[in-house]
């Protein structure tokens, strides 16, 4: 994994040397799903969450491994004594980063695939089972669930109509129909989070999302659930005033920050896009062919992206070396 930022990779090595000494070969030694959750402040919540976890998805082991993203409450201690493998980071920096360290916790441990849920219990734990089933079965790389195909809970028709606006954009933007941008519930193969770049501390489920569809990884959707958040409040939407719980300021700025990290993704994909067509012209043709060959395919699948970013390694490598 390349860091934009040296400071993340500092405090990555870190949490993941603590994990490696609390957990040891548990942690080197996954089995083939992770269940990877960002958590900030979810002290009541998580436990539960965990508790509910599937110990198989599609006849598969899993393990759940929680980001406790510089939490200032019980969360960590809660979630571990729930089952929970626990990446302690002593330092807020958002949901992004820490589902960006959670992927890489899952894909050096050597898990064949990922699923994302939420620390908040929205998201009902025997759809992880829907979502897998194409990626698992080759028919998908990344799976993500709908709410507009399943159905939701809320009733804050603001968010409503952000969902449908986001979605429309998005896929007007990547040429790929996606009908919930934002779903939490997600699946994919592990090397899929190791190719695709994820610089974004918030808002990352489009950026992920847009990165694997310009990639060309086979994007699919299925119906799922959403439930009302039962336990703390949503930490969505922050703002200067979010003290006076005012939803629809929360809302106007979450859709601020959402459209600029959409807007901003695909922007940095298509120039990313643009420069790698125009290096690639100065091939020859034989060396055209010579890659292929070493990637085992040709572009745009698993095993050529896989390959070109080598994002492999082993959780010792880098983390174990820091003291």
């Known amino acids: ?19 490696i000494d609390a957990c040891g070969e548990r942690v080197r030694r996954l089995p083939p799903v992770a269940i990877v959750i960002a958590a900030y402040n979810e002290a009541g919540a998580i436990g539960p969450v965990v508790e509910a976890l599937p110990a198989e998805v599609c006849g598969l082991a899993t393990a759940a491994i929680v980001v406790a993203d510089g939490c200032a409450d019980g969360t960590a201690a809660e979630a571990a004594q729930a089952g929970a493998m626990v990446c302690d980071v002593p330092v807020n920096r958002g949901q992004g980063a820490a589902l960006r360290l959670g992927y890489r ?20 734990p025997a759809e992880m089972q829907a979502v897998l089933a194409p990626v698992a079965a080759g028919e998908a790389d990344f799976a993500t669930g709908s709410r507009r195909l399943g159905s939701q809970e809320t009733k804050d028709m ?69 439930h009302r958040r039962r336990v703390g409040e949503s930490k ?30 695909w922007w940095r994909e298509r120039q990313r896009s643009k420069s790698s067509s125009s290096s690639s012209s100065f091939l020859s043709s034989r060396e055209s062919d010579s890659v292929a060959r070493a990637n085992g395919s040709g572009p745009g699948s698993v095993e050529a992206s896989a390959s070109s970013a080598a994002p492999g390694g082993s959780l010792t490598t880098d983390a174990a070396k820091r003291t």
Do not use: C, W
């Open 236 to 265: 969505k939407g922050q703002n200067p005033l979010y003290k006076l719980h005012i939803p629809g300021v929360n809302n106007f700025f979450y859709g601020l920050r959402f459209a600029r990290v959409a807007y901003g993704t």
């Open 105 to 124: 916790i899952a894909r050096e441990g050597g898990a064949a695939y990922i699923i994302t849920t939420d620390a908040d219990g929205q998201y009902n």
């Open 158 to 226: 603001i968010r409503r109509a952000g969902v449908r606006f986001f979605a429309g954009t998005i896929s007007l933007l990547t040429g790929q129909k996606i009908s919930d941008t934002t779903f939490g519930l997600r699946a994919m193969r592990a090397e899929v989070t190791g190719v695709v770049q994820l610089a974004q501390p918030q808002y990352q489920a489009s950026e992920l999302l847009i990165g694997v569809i310009t990639h060309g990884y086979k994007v699919t959707e299925v119906p799922a659930t959403i």
């Open 1 to 19: 994994m390349i860091y934009k930022d040296p400071r993340d990779q500092v405090i990555d090595d870190d949490a993941i040397k603590a994990l």
